[in-house]
């Protein structure tokens, strides 16, 4: 299964794109994550339809919504692959991985995704 996956709620500048690129790869799911300009973030994902439920299972984190350093997930919506709003992207990175709308080398976005793993540490 293909799908295109819309998170909204307290996502972006917290860590979850690290926390859905970790359960991805141990997932083994192709695809990545990336923020959008609204707030939610943007993730595609390539793997069996159970896979991808358990994924969207493991990603709906309910954390505190009042609390800006808490990870909650308010809803997520689903494009599988042939739906109207589904766009294929060029290429199906695996392991899973970020788009950061950057170009940064290795060493940087290593140490970006290490700064966002230790955020969701501390607001646990």
């Keep these: 299964m293909k799908a295109k996956i819309i998170a909204f709620g307290n996502l972006q500048a917290i860590g979850f794109r690290t926390y859905a690129k970790l359960i991805a790869k141990r997932l083994q799911i192709k695809g990545y994550a990336k923020n959008r300009d609204d707030?939610?973030?943007?993730?595609?994902?390539?793997?069996?339809?159970?896979?991808?439920?358990?994924?969207?299972?493991?990603?709906?984190?309910?954390?505190?919504?009042?609390?800006i350093l808490s990870l909650h997930v308010e809803a997520t919506t689903v494009y599988p692959e042939g739906h109207k709003n589904y766009l294929a992207p060029i290429t199906w990175p695996f392991p899973f991985d970020i788009h950061y709308g950057a170009c940064f080398s290795t060493g940087t976005r290593e140490l970006i995704e290490a700064k966002e793993a230790q955020l969701l540490i501390l607001a646990e």
Excluded: C, M, T, W
Excluded at 53 to 64: A, H, P, S, Y
């Design 39 to 67: 707030g939610s973030v943007e993730i595609y994902a390539n793997a069996p339809k159970r896979v991808i439920e358990k994924f969207l299972q493991r990603i709906n984190v309910k954390g505190d919504k009042d609390n």
